[in-house]
């Protein structure tokens, strides 16, 4: 079993910026890949970014140009970095890790962008 615990969410304005932390812990072998996704109120669950473990990544193009994904495999920790977020960014995100045929999520965490 993989625990994915979240943190960093909270209310930011109109065209700040936040970071999500997502630290990994238990049987964390053969982790391909660690992502965020997120889901808003009414919609379905979305990609957001991921991170493989050859290093490419994909960032979602509803916030390409404002998102970054990172990780620290020292601290098995993934990190999005959001800049100039907007109120559509306004959803659940949750951390997830995969290896195959298996994902593993995070119970999310809370990203509201309002003034």
């Known amino acids: 079993q993989v625990q994915l615990v979240e943190s960093g969410g909270g209310l930011v304005q109109p065209g700040g910026s936040l970071r999500l932390s997502c630290a990994a812990s238990?049987?964390?072998?053969?982790?391909?890949?660690m992502g965020w996704y997120r889901q808003a109120p009414g919609k379905q669950r979305e990609l957001v970014a991921v991170?493989?473990?050859?290093?490419?990544?994909n960032i979602a193009g509803s916030v390409k140009g404002r998102a970054t994904i990172s990780r620290n495999n020292a601290k098995n920790t993934v990190y999005l970095q959001m800049n100039s977020l907007k109120p559509e960014d306004t959803a659940v995100y949750y951390c997830?890790?995969?290896?195959?045929?298996?994902?593993?999520w995070g119970k999310g965490t809370l990203v509201t962008v309002s003034s």
């Open positions: 991170s493989r473990s050859g290093g490419s990544t």
């Open positions: 997830n890790a995969a290896r195959v045929g298996v994902n593993y």
């Open positions: 238990g049987s964390i072998f053969n982790i391909n890949a």
